[in-house]
């Protein structure tokens, strides 16, 4: 495989090779300095995010915007900007915790670009979770769902978790505990959101942790509904579940 010649342009690490990867041209671009994370107890090593194309002002994001729902306010809130992966356009989302960035979720802006990928995640590192906090502290209410941007969108709500697709590990357990969880995956054509829903539910009462599923149907993402329709659809699932005062006014 080629090397980098790309002088300079961004590189995210590539733990599992021991290489920093280049966005621009997709090759190896150097051996990274950090010490590897063996395991993900370990203390977390600083990743190097990809560089900003512009300022991401409210104006850009009226007309730009992916989710119609998603306020500028919460873009501003979670720190999402914009920047430059494989010489394209993409909305970068980063995962902290404890104030060091360990990884992100970005999507694809530009229109007609067929020949890249919607979404990107960094390669060859363990996969992260973004949670709206990272004690998930905000109350008993906590939404668990597939992106980035519908975990930030439901955050006005109470607190929240993007798995960063569809599969959950069990490895943030413990911050659960004690918690309600509500399940809201997308709700897409082939049916994934929805057997991942009853698959979580499934663990998640196996560890004695509280779920529950709320689909948006008919919508496909819950970023497709207002946040009234969301609390208007907990408001329902408390009168049947009898659970009460559970997520925040918005």
Same mark, same amino acid.
């Given at each position: 495989?080629?090397?980098?010649?790309?002088?300079?342009?961004?590189?995210?690490?590539?733990?599992?090779? &021991?290489?920093?990867?280049?966005?621009?041209?997709?090759?190896?671009?150097?051996?990274?300095?950090?010490?590897?994370?063996?395991?993900?107890?370990?203390?977390?090593?600083?990743?190097?995010?990809?560089?900003?194309?512009?300022?991401?002002?409210?104006?850009?994001?009226?007309?730009?915007?992916?989710?119609?729902?998603?306020?500028? #306010?919460?873009?501003?809130?979670?720190?999402?900007?914009?920047?430059?992966?494989?010489?394209?356009?993409?909305?970068?989302?980063?995962?902290?915790?404890?104030?060091?960035?360990?990884?992100?979720?970005?999507?694809?802006?530009?229109?007609?670009?067929?020949?890249?990928?919607?979404?990107?995640?960094?390669?060859?590192?363990?996969?992260?979770?973004?949670?709206?906090?990272?004690?998930?502290?905000?109350?008993?209410?906590?939404?668990?769902?597939?992106?980035?941007?519908?975990?930030?969108?439901?955050? %006005?709500?109470?607190?929240?978790?993007?798995?960063?697709?569809?599969?959950?590990?069990?490895?943030?357990?413990?911050?659960?505990?004690?918690?309600?969880?509500?399940?809201?995956?997308?709700?897409?054509?082939?049916?994934?959101?929805?057997?991942?829903?009853?698959?979580?539910?499934?663990?998640?009462? %196996?560890?004695?942790?509280?779920?529950?599923?709320?689909?948006?149907?008919?919508?496909?993402?819950?970023?497709?509904?207002?946040?009234?329709?969301? %609390?208007?659809?907990?408001? #329902?699932?408390?009168? &049947?579940?009898?659970?009460?005062?559970?997520?925040?006014?918005?």
């Amino acid at each position: 495989m080629s090397t980098c010649i790309c002088d300079g342009s961004y590189a995210a690490p590539w733990h599992s090779k &021991g290489v920093m990867w280049c966005w621009r041209c997709n090759a190896p671009a150097g051996k990274i300095l950090e010490p590897k994370r063996k395991s993900r107890v370990e203390p977390f090593v600083p990743l190097v995010l990809p560089p900003k194309l512009c300022e991401l002002t409210k104006e850009y994001w009226e007309a730009n915007r992916p989710w119609i729902n998603l306020s500028y #306010d919460l873009v501003v809130k979670y720190g999402f900007y914009i920047g430059k992966i494989y010489e394209a356009v993409y909305l970068v989302m980063p995962i902290t915790r404890r104030g060091f960035t360990v990884s992100f979720s970005a999507r694809l802006l530009e229109k007609d670009r067929d020949d890249l990928r919607k979404y990107c995640l960094p390669k060859g590192i363990h996969k992260e979770y973004w949670l709206s906090s990272d004690n998930l502290s905000e109350g008993n209410l906590v939404f668990i769902a597939e992106g980035i941007a519908d975990a930030a969108y439901l955050s %006005q709500l109470g607190n929240s978790v993007a798995l960063c697709g569809s599969h959950y590990s069990g490895e943030i357990d413990n911050l659960l505990r004690d918690k309600i969880c509500v399940i809201m995956m997308d709700h897409d054509a082939e049916g994934f959101g929805q057997t991942s829903s009853c698959l979580i539910r499934s663990y998640l009462d %196996q560890k004695d942790i509280k779920s529950w599923i709320l689909s948006p149907y008919p919508k496909n993402d819950p970023t497709d509904l207002t946040a009234e329709e969301i %609390q208007s659809r907990l408001r #329902d699932m408390e009168k &049947g579940l009898n659970i009460l005062k559970l997520f925040k006014d918005v």
